[in-house]
């Protein structure tokens, strides 16, 4: 599963993929088996986009989603982010993101998109949704499926900047589907030791009762992250 080693994900062809009820029988005979340590069925998680609020700001660049990038305003009192990255004194300073392997997870990545050809990276793009290295969205009708990764890290940095604009870029395609423990550890263990940077805008239900968080194999790859 991903880059945890000795976790493997099994699927077994009569049972049903969704079903308000445990598939016991296959399961008991897995944990019969002595070199089995754990087993755990998979259960479908609720993950929604986060989204983003525009809030007034100064526009010293001629971009028109400038509002929009809260995170790139800490230093304004006036903001609602507090990290004081310092982001606008960086620039000036010369930092980039040249050198650096950005990874989206989202519903897909439009690789081909002119704002995104020059700095795609395929080594750090998978599709974990359809098993394949093609993270293209799935386009519907509805445009339900318009990535949040579509121009997030331009060659030209006044085009919907990122903070580390420059930067090589892919995407794994994971919202598209079922979201599990098992995808999200797949997609958090994409290549850990090419990718720097998972950039994830999505989560459980942000409404103030639910509470959720990453499930055992997901934890279990971003401890494998921090360590390796």
Known sequence: ??????????????????????????????????????????????RVKRQVRGEP????????????????????????????????????????????????????????????LQNYDPLASYDVNGNDHDPTPRYDASNENKSVATTPIANEP???????????????????GDVTDVVEAKSLGIRPDYIDIYSASWGPDDDGKTVDGPGLLAKQAFEHGIKK
């Open 57 to 116: 700001h100064a526009q010293p660049f001629n971009d028109p989603v400038w509002p929009n990038m809260w995170y790139l305003h800490c230093g304004d009192k006036s903001s609602r982010c507090r990290s004081e990255m310092n982001i606008l004194a960086a620039w000036q300073r010369g930092y980039t993101g040249k050198n650096v392997v950005i990874t989206i997870l989202d519903d897909g990545i439009e690789r081909n998109h002119p704002d995104l």
């Open 1 to 46: 599963i991903g880059s945890l080693e000795n976790y493997y994900h099994f699927h077994h062809s009569r049972t049903f993929k969704r079903s308000t009820l445990s598939s016991r029988g296959p399961h008991n005979f897995l944990r019969m088996d002595p070199k089995v340590r754990w087993v755990r069925q998979q259960e479908v998680k609720r």
């Open 158 to 176: 006044l085009s919907h900047r990122m903070m580390c604009w420059g930067g090589e870029e892919g995407g794994i395609r994971m919202l598209d």
